[in-house]
């Protein structure tokens, strides 16, 4: 039995799954999940002492690589100081000027420790600022775990939401309204019919949980108009493209200056650290300035804000998006010219530093389209590029990241791997 496999049977006796968050378990894509024993760069190690060039960067944080020593200096440093004090620091001061400063739309900024928890507390502001309840999100699009967001379209045509985790109220799901991305007729007409009681959207401005999802030209630009037209909230949520799709996020990218904005991931270089934030007059509603509450006790933690103001500060080093575009555009071009060149089924497509690889001929343009990816041949190339060494996300329904480690010989090693594994497939 491999290390890995005796860990997982270990984990799984006092945690569910054997994970602390669901997407880890392998379950998508069959098999026995890798523990990770260290990672520096674009590499990770596991268990069993193989090596892996990485390609899920802990979805998304990782942008300069694993185990920078600049963040791991920063850390050691702090953390000498003490941990957390639950008072506020200079650090935190230090960053939210920083993310003022990069996003032009952050007026004010509230950091928290999570994504979810960022993204829970925008709602909750857009709702006590609108005095509305219904809320508008996406058929694909994830936002975390908060309940008003884990819900799926409703049966009826009203688009009313059903929830789509057990334990969510149908009262509290049939206020969140879904719709379907990119589809910009019917963002018009549930506005045209229930504007006045929509109090926010929330949108990923370029989707990275059902695969990649690109936002087709004046998708976003429609949803900033029908959020003025009736007075409902934009938020953008960028935990996952805030400074990985460009540096001032997916708003700068495309020109979109939603009401509030939320952040995650990189902000935190790998450390638990998320944020929220956007237009003085909204965020002056929070405590302890106004009625709408929100709190966390590790909410700025000293040590996470060090991480992530040394990862802000080497991101905007002089063409850093520049190199990171063009790494990871080579990347997917390269595993496309793999696949053409044996016949197969499979698009790819990359926004900045993160990308998609579809079991399908075509680029989707949302979630139908997703879920008729081919499922099995993308789970028989997960494993594949696995056995070789690569370390793709471990489901069809996630997003791939590229760091500024990745250099051009691992890119090359990459598409040489997968000419193999393409090869392969295409004679099963
Ligand atoms: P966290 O609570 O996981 O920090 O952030 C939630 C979240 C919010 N918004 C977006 C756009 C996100 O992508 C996420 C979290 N992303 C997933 C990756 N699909 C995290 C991986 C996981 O759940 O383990």
């Given amino acids: 039995m491999s290390k890995n496999e005796e860990l997982f049977q270990r984990a799984q006796l006092h945690m569910p799954g054997g994970v602390n968050s669901p997407v880890r378990a392998f379950r998508s894509v069959g098999g026995v999940p890798r523990f990770f024993t260290r990672a520096s760069g674009s590499k990770v190690w596991d268990a069993d002492g193989q090596a892996y060039i990485d390609y899920v960067g802990s979805w998304g944080p990782m942008i300069l690589g694993h185990a920078h020593p600049q963040v791991i200096e920063a850390v050691q440093r702090v953390a000498a100081q003490g941990l957390s004090f639950g008072a506020p620091t200079e650090g935190e001061v230090v960053l939210a000027d920083l993310l003022a400063q990069l ?18 507390s925008a709602l909750r502001l857009a709702r006590g600022f609108t005095g509305r309840d219904r809320i508008v999100k996406f058929a694909g699009c994830y936002h975390g775990h ?16 059903e929830p789509d985790s057990a334990g969510i109220p149908d009262c509290l799901a049939a206020l969140t309204l879904v719709l379907d991305y990119n589809d910009t007729a ?29 936002p087709d030209i004046g998708f976003l630009q429609t949803l900033r108009e029908v959020c003025t037209r009736h007075g409902a909230v934009l938020i953008f949520d960028e935990v996952m493209t805030g400074f990985r799709v460009a540096l ?3 708003q700068a990218l495309y020109g979109i200056t939603p009401d509030l904005s939320t952040f995650g991931k990189v902000i935190g270089g790998g450390m638990p650290m998320g944020a929220f934030g956007g237009r003085r007059d909204m965020m002056q509603m929070l405590a302890p300035l106004g009625p709408v509450y929100q709190a966390g006790t590790l909410s ?14 080497l991101i905007q080093a002089p063409g850093f998006y520049e190199r990171l575009t063009v790494t990871t555009q080579q990347l997917v071009q390269g595993l496309m ?5 044996h016949g197969l089924n499979f698009s790819a497509q990359a926004v900045g530093g993160m990308f998609g690889v579809y079991a399908r ?31 793709f996300a471990p489901s069809a329904f996630e997003a791939g990241f590229v760091s500024a480690a990745h250099d051009i010989a691992d890119i090359g090693a990459t598409v040489a791997a997968a000419e193999r594994v393409f090869a392969g497939l295409a004679q099963t």
């Fill in 300 to 313: 700025g933690n000293p040590v996470a804000v060090a991480a992530g103001l040394a990862t802000l500060q």
């Fill in 146 to 161: 908060g309940d008003s967001l884990l819900v799926k379209a409703g049966s009826g045509a009203l688009t009313f939401g």
């Fill in 337 to 341: 010219r793999a696949a053409k060149a």
């Fill in 103 to 120: 996003i032009p739309s952050l007026e004010m900024v509230r950091l928290t420790s999570s994504g979810t928890e960022a993204t829970m």
């Fill in 248 to 250: 001032g996020g997916a």
């Fill in 361 to 391: 001929a075509e680029i989707p343009r949302n979630l139908a389209e997703v879920m008729a990816c081919d499922r099995t041949s993308f789970n028989r190339f997960f494993h594949a590029m696995l056995d070789e060494g690569f370390y």
């Fill in 186 to 214: 019917q963002l018009q007409e549930t506005f045209a019919r229930l504007g006045d009681e929509i109090a926010a959207v929330i949108v990923e401005p370029v989707v990275g949980n059902m695969n990649l999802i690109a």
